[in-house]
């Protein structure tokens, strides 16, 4: 039980982003010197290396939701140069389809739309940008006074959830970019408590944040509300999940500790009735 099961190094190098193809196959991720490296899960083995993929690092890397044993599949990425890149995955060859330059700083995190029609990109600059991935054309940008850390779609994709450097966490309407709600996702009196990170349950009832306040929040979706928080990193937050069946959140901190926290049942309990509860804690 929470053994490592492998490891996978590239000496010298930082891997910036990962991700993985929805059956599994393989392992995605960007790096310090600006390749896309994939692996398999299995053995840790080099898959297949795209080079120069950006001209400094790859910071942002999705894949669409295409299985990567029936080629062609496409990964988005997007780097420090603030180009977001489209690229085609044969069984054999890695093609470039376009490359996108709007942002004028670093894309840290892209997210694809379920019929992978569209993405969305989150950037340093401010802004959050909609692609259309059949035409390879914006659609739709967002603007706030903030460097995006983290964005990502609702489940019915009617809506887009976005925080960053200014502590907020900003529910976006997808039809046409306008911001909805804006909350405090962090203490305004706390310095530097800016958010990196936020995920969402799958059936969207309930989402996560974290950053460098070092507290790991559980949020209702409709309410707006905190339900729940869990204390314990001695560094910022750069990274969390939930877990697919919604009973366990894992978040990793810049401390180098990982965390497994395990939902309130009450939570559960609450949601399903249509409540929430204030404050409860996460163990």
């Known amino acids: 039980m929470r053994q490592e099961l492998l490891r996978i190094q590239v000496p010298n190098l930082t891997c910036n982003c990962i991700d993985i193809t929805p059956n599994g196959g393989s392992i995605l991720s960007g790096w310090s010197d600006g390749k896309i490296r994939a692996f398999y899960p299995e053995s840790g083995a080099l898959k297949f290396v795209i080079q120069d993929a950006h001209t400094w690092g790859t910071t942002a890397i ?3 939701h295409d299985d990567d044993n029936l080629p062609p599949w496409r990964v988005v990425s997007g780097g420090e140069d603030g180009r977001v890149r489209v690229w085609k995955i044969n069984a054999s ?3 470039m389809e376009s490359t996108l330059k709007e942002h004028r700083g670093t894309v840290n995190c892209i997210r694809v739309m379920k019929d992978n029609t569209q993405c969305v990109s989150a950037s340093s600059d401010g ?10 054309l914006r659609l739709k940008a967002m603007f706030a006074n903030t460097n995006f850390k983290s964005i990502l779609y609702h489940p019915d994709e009617s809506q887009m959830l976005t925080c960053g450097s200014d502590r907020k966490i900003t529910y976006w309407d997808s039809y046409d970019g306008a911001a909805i709600r804006i909350v405090d996702g962090s203490d305004p009196g706390n310095a530097g408590g800016g958010l990196n990170c936020i995920d ?4 969207g009832q309930a989402f996560a944040s974290s950053g460098d306040d070092k507290a790991v929040k559980l949020w209702h979706y409709d309410e707006g509300e905190v339900v729940a928080q869990g204390l314990g990193h001695s560094g910022a937050v750069t990274a969390l999940r939930i877990s697919p069946d919604q009973k366990k959140i894992v978040s990793v901190g810049s401390e180098g500790a990982i965390f497994i926290w395990t939902m309130p049942e009450k939570y559960a309990t609450d949601l399903a009735a249509g409540g929430y509860v204030p ?3 996460m163990e």
């Open 127 to 136: 802004s959050c940008i909609v692609w259309d991935l059949v035409n390879f």
């Open 93 to 95: 060859s890695q093609q």
């Open 62 to 64: 999705a894949v669409t």
């Open 200 to 203: 969402i349950e799958p059936d």
């Open 279 to 281: 404050d409860a804690g």
